[in-house]
Structures are given as structure tokens and as C-alpha cells.
């Protein structure tokens, strides 16, 4: 991670010297606040709804800064170390942690109390995340889950039965043995994103056992528990078994590449997967998949899928923290995540928009996403702590090992328990 102690130094030497963000009037009248973004996709939607809120705040300039994913944390750390950080920022989960911690973030507690924003409005496991030790740095906006997407043309081609809407993971893993008697020798009955991700993998079928991945205090490994491992053996049977494409395959193909070009029957994927299968330009699926939820293994767990969203911060060193707020505030509105989900085709945090997105997609794109937000809520918040990006390469580290051969399934548990509870006992120092 990009990162670590010369941020921490940096806000040490923000708060002796008492810097100050470089947002300004710039001669006028007019407060500028900056807000920093990194998706494209994004855009059309927050100049939408900047020129909506201007016009209603004729003394606030919004200046909208978009950067790739690949450059924006980089540029948040030099902006943070030399005192220019946006007013606004993007925050993910898995930079949550550290940038609160090295107090780079507003606490918004207060300020969502006096504007009488009410936090049960939004979906409970996307508040959380941004929730440390009972303190709100961030209002959630756009969320993405986990789900199966299956290939209708291929289904109707081989004579598939489509699968059953509240199926168990002893019926799907049936469905997919009777799919393979069925596919030719080329197409495969499933492929997951195994040796990319551990959000669009391993981790929904931890969620769908009922285990986790840390302690609810970030202090312990839970890898060991009964559910947890019951997750990691039944996602990483599946991935080694002939269902599944061959691990080879995804790492020459990608496993997006391999369900686009209509090589497997079923992805386990992310939310936003689901624009880019839908464009016939990117793929021969287009138009002929299906949304089902991932089966749960044990019955008792909440959820069958993680769920991750980004969230609206004020850097500490805005020196419009309360302007910077306003607008959040307006972002956050029933009214804008409803403009803002049918302009940018994401599902947003509200509650009571969860239907505009289902609906919106219908009507763009012919699709029932409602499986999806089903599966939102009872989702498991995106494990994070101060050293996520630590932790998260032991688990690829060890289940690499594993997939080479070089260790059995036992041996990478017990070994990714012993690697995350090391990088997590290094954290409390």
C-alpha cells in the first residue's frame, strides 16, 4: 500500500504547523470546494448533480477532480503530506482505516447530528464500514456485491435447466455436474476470479458459511473458525474441481475474457461486471445472461456475498468543512442517489432507492437485478483493517501455494491463520 508512515508524518506536521487545504475563494466571492474522484463512469452523474446543488448555492464552486484509480492514491498522499488535500474525497474500505487512524479524516458525528441526517437510512453493512469506534468519517454512496451470472444462450443451446431462485450450494454444485454431462469439452460449467480477487472470490463463500475473515475489534484472524474454513475448502474444492475452468486458463485468459467470449456457463462476479457483459462491443454474452445468488452453505449465515461501497470524506485540513458537508448532505438525499443511479447505472446506499436501481436496469437493459439487491442486504461488509492490503496477499500467497501443488488446503489454512494474525498483532503497535 501506498502509504504508511509518511502520511503519518505528514498529518504530524499538518497539525504543528497548521496548514490548510488549498480550496480558496480565488479572488471572488465564491467558496471552491474540490471533490476527488477517480471512476469515469461516474462523471456525467456528479457534474449533474454539482450543477444542481450550485444552483441552489450560488457562493459554492465545485471543482470536480478526476483521477485513474492507479494514480489517485498517490496523488491523495502527496496532496495530504504538502497540505492540499481535496475538501472532498472518495474513500474506499481498505484506505478507511489507515487515513482515520493518521487523522487525515473529518469525524462527521456531529455534523450529521446538527443536520439531522439519519444514518438508518442508509444499508447498515456500508455504514459500518466507514464507522470507527463509534465515530462516522464517511456517508456511503455507491455499493458493489457478488453474485452468479449465468449464460441464457448457452442454457437454452445445451438444454440446460435454468437453476432455482433459492438454491443451496449442494443443488448448485448438482446443477453445474449436470451442465457439464451437457457442455462441450471447451465451454466450462464455471469460472470464478480465483488467483485475481478474494472480494470476487473465496470471500462470499466465508460469507455464505456464516465465518469471517477478522475479529469484529480487527484484532484476531478468524481463518481457523468452523465457518470460515468450511468456506475457504468448499470455494477452493469448487476451483480445483473439473467444473471450474482450469486455473491455468484464468491466468492466461482472465476470468472476465473467459465468460465474455462464452467459454463458461456461470462467473461468480462483482455488481459492476454486469455493464460491460451487457455491451455487445465487449461481449458475446451480451444480452443472454441471467442474475442468481450465490447459494449459501450454511443456512444460519446471515448472507451469501460481500459487499463493499465507497464513501463522501472531508480531508481534516478543509478549511470548508462545514460547506464540504452541506454538499454531502446533497449528494446523499433520496432525490440525488435516485438521479445519480439512473445516470451511472449503480446501485446507491439509500434504502429507499434499492428499487430505482432495480428498475432502471430493467428498463436500460432487460435485466433482473433483484437478486443482486437481495443479496445486498444481508451481505458481509469487506473485511478491512489498518494493513489490509498486508493480510489480503497472504491469503494469495498461501492459496498460490496451494493451487501450484506446493501445499495442501490444510497447510495453506493453518499458515494464512498464523500470516494475518502476525500482520495484525504488527497493527496494534
Same mark, same amino acid.
Given at each position: 500500500m501506498l502509504f504508511k508512515k509518511s502520511i503519518i508524518a505528514g498529518a504530524l506536521l499538518m497539525s504543528i504547523l497548521g496548514l490548510t487545504a488549498c480550496s480558496s475563494t480565488g479572488g471572488s466571492d465564491k467558496i471552491e470546494l474540490?471533490?476527488?474522484?477517480?471512476?469515469?463512469?461516474?462523471?456525467?452523474?456528479?457534474?449533474?448533480?454539482?450543477?444542481?446543488?450550485?444552483?441552489?448555492?450560488?457562493?459554492?464552486?465545485?471543482?470536480?477532480?478526476?483521477?485513474?484509480?492507479?494514480?489517485?492514491?498517490?496523488?491523495?498522499?502527496?496532496?495530504?503530506?504538502?497540505?492540499?488535500?481535496?475538501?472532498?474525497?472518495?474513500m474506499n474500505a481498505t484506505n478507511f482505516n489507515l487515513y482515520s487512524r493518521s487523522g487525515m479524516l473529518v469525524d462527521m458525528t456531529n455534523?450529521?447530528?446538527?443536520?439531522?441526517?439519519?444514518?438508518?437510512?442508509?444499508?447498515?453493512?456500508?455504514?459500518?464500514?466507514?464507522?470507527?469506534?463509534?465515530?462516522?468519517?464517511?456517508?456511503? =454512496?455507491?455499493? !458493489?456485491? $457478488?453474485?452468479? %451470472?449465468?449464460?441464457?444462450?448457452?442454457? *437454452?443451446?445445451?438444454?440446460?435447466?435454468?437453476?432455482?431462485?433459492?438454491?443451496?450450494?449442494?443443488?448448485m454444485i448438482a446443477w453445474l455436474q449436470d451442465a457439464k454431462t451437457k457442455l462441450p469439452n471447451d465451454i466450462y460449467p464455471i469460472t470464478t476470479f480465483t488467483t485475481e480477487s478474494n472480494q470476487l472470490g473465496v470471500f462470499n463463500e466465508v460469507a455464505a458459511s456464516g465465518g469471517t475473515i477478522l475479529s469484529e475489534d480487527k484484532t484476531k484472524a478468524m481463518i481457523n473458525s468452523p465457518e470460515t474454513e468450511e468456506g475457504f475448502k468448499k470455494y477452493f474444492e469448487l476451483a480445483t474441481?473439473?467444473?471450474? =475452468?482450469?486455473? !491455468?486458463? $484464468?491466468?492466461? %485468459?482472465?476470468?472476465?475474457?473467459?465468460? *465474455?467470449?462464452?467459454?463458461?456457463?456461470?462467473i461468480q462476479a462483482g455488481s459492476y461486471h454486469i455493464l460491460g457483459y451487457s455491451d455487445p462491443e465487449q461481449a458475446k454474452?451480451?444480452?443472454?445472461?441471467?442474475?442468481?445468488?450465490?447459494?449459501?452453505?450454511n443456512e444460519k449465515a446471515e448472507g451469501s456475498t460481500v459487499i463493499h461501497g465507497l464513501g463522501n470524506a472531508i480531508s481534516s485540513n478543509s478549511k470548508y468543512p462545514k460547506e464540504a458537508f452541506d454538499f454531502i448532505k446533497f449528494m446523499s438525499s433520496k432525490e440525488s442517489m435516485e438521479k445519480y443511479t439512473k445516470l451511472a447505472s449503480v446501485p446507491?446506499?439509500?434504502? !429507499?432507492?434499492?428499487?430505482?436501481?432495480?428498475?432502471?436496469?430493467?428498463?436500460?437493459?432487460?435485466?433482473?437485478?433483484?437478486?443482486?439487491?437481495?443479496?445486498?442486504?444481508?451481505?458481509?461488509?469487506?473485511?478491512?483493517?489498518?494493513?489490509?492490503?498486508?493480510?489480503?496477499?497472504?491469503?494469495?500467497d498461501n492459496f498460490n501455494e496451494y493451487l501450484n501443488g506446493k501445499m495442501t488446503l490444510d497447510e495453506a489454512l493453518k499458515k494464512t491463520q498464523e500470516g494475518i494474525q502476525k500482520v495484525l498483532d504488527a497493527e496494534k503497535k
Amino acid at each position: 500500500m501506498l502509504f504508511k508512515k509518511s502520511i503519518i508524518a505528514g498529518a504530524l506536521l499538518m497539525s504543528i504547523l497548521g496548514l490548510t487545504a488549498c480550496s480558496s475563494t480565488g479572488g471572488s466571492d465564491k467558496i471552491e470546494l474540490r471533490y476527488a474522484t477517480w471512476d469515469p463512469m461516474h462523471k456525467e452523474a456528479i457534474e449533474t448533480l454539482i450543477t444542481e446543488y450550485e444552483d441552489q448555492n450560488q457562493n459554492i464552486d465545485i471543482k470536480l477532480e478526476q483521477y485513474s484509480f492507479g494514480d489517485y492514491w498517490t496523488k491523495m498522499e502527496t496532496a495530504a503530506t504538502g497540505g492540499s488535500a481535496p475538501d472532498i474525497l472518495w474513500m474506499n474500505a481498505t484506505n478507511f482505516n489507515l487515513y482515520s487512524r493518521s487523522g487525515m479524516l473529518v469525524d462527521m458525528t456531529n455534523m450529521i447530528k446538527e443536520n439531522n441526517v439519519n444514518m438508518d437510512d442508509y444499508l447498515d453493512n456500508l455504514t459500518s464500514l466507514y464507522n470507527k469506534d463509534g465515530k462516522q468519517y464517511a456517508i456511503p =454512496t455507491f455499493w !458493489d456485491a $457478488n453474485v452468479l %451470472l449465468v449464460n441464457t444462450a448457452l442454457m *437454452k443451446e445445451h438444454n440446460i435447466e435454468k437453476p432455482k431462485d433459492n438454491w443451496t450450494w449442494n443443488e448448485m454444485i448438482a446443477w453445474l455436474q449436470d451442465a457439464k454431462t451437457k457442455l462441450p469439452n471447451d465451454i466450462y460449467p464455471i469460472t470464478t476470479f480465483t488467483t485475481e480477487s478474494n472480494q470476487l472470490g473465496v470471500f462470499n463463500e466465508v460469507a455464505a458459511s456464516g465465518g469471517t475473515i477478522l475479529s469484529e475489534d480487527k484484532t484476531k484472524a478468524m481463518i481457523n473458525s468452523p465457518e470460515t474454513e468450511e468456506g475457504f475448502k468448499k470455494y477452493f474444492e469448487l476451483a480445483t474441481s473439473d467444473l471450474h =475452468t482450469p486455473i !491455468d486458463l $484464468n491466468r492466461e %485468459l482472465k476470468t472476465s475474457t473467459i465468460f *465474455k467470449s462464452n467459454k463458461a456457463l456461470a462467473i461468480q462476479a462483482g455488481s459492476y461486471h454486469i455493464l460491460g457483459y451487457s455491451d455487445p462491443e465487449q461481449a458475446k454474452v451480451a444480452g443472454n445472461f441471467e442474475i442468481y445468488q450465490i447459494p449459501k452453505i450454511n443456512e444460519k449465515a446471515e448472507g451469501s456475498t460481500v459487499i463493499h461501497g465507497l464513501g463522501n470524506a472531508i480531508s481534516s485540513n478543509s478549511k470548508y468543512p462545514k460547506e464540504a458537508f452541506d454538499f454531502i448532505k446533497f449528494m446523499s438525499s433520496k432525490e440525488s442517489m435516485e438521479k445519480y443511479t439512473k445516470l451511472a447505472s449503480v446501485p446507491q446506499a439509500r434504502k !429507499d432507492v434499492q428499487d430505482v436501481f432495480s428498475s432502471s436496469m430493467k428498463e436500460q437493459l432487460g435485466i433482473d437485478v433483484t437478486p443482486l439487491t437481495d443479496a445486498a442486504k444481508g451481505a458481509m461488509p469487506l473485511p478491512n483493517s489498518f494493513d489490509t492490503s498486508k493480510w489480503d496477499k497472504v491469503i494469495n500467497d498461501n492459496f498460490n501455494e496451494y493451487l501450484n501443488g506446493k501445499m495442501t488446503l490444510d497447510e495453506a489454512l493453518k499458515k494464512t491463520q498464523e500470516g494475518i494474525q502476525k500482520v495484525l498483532d504488527a497493527e496494534k503497535k
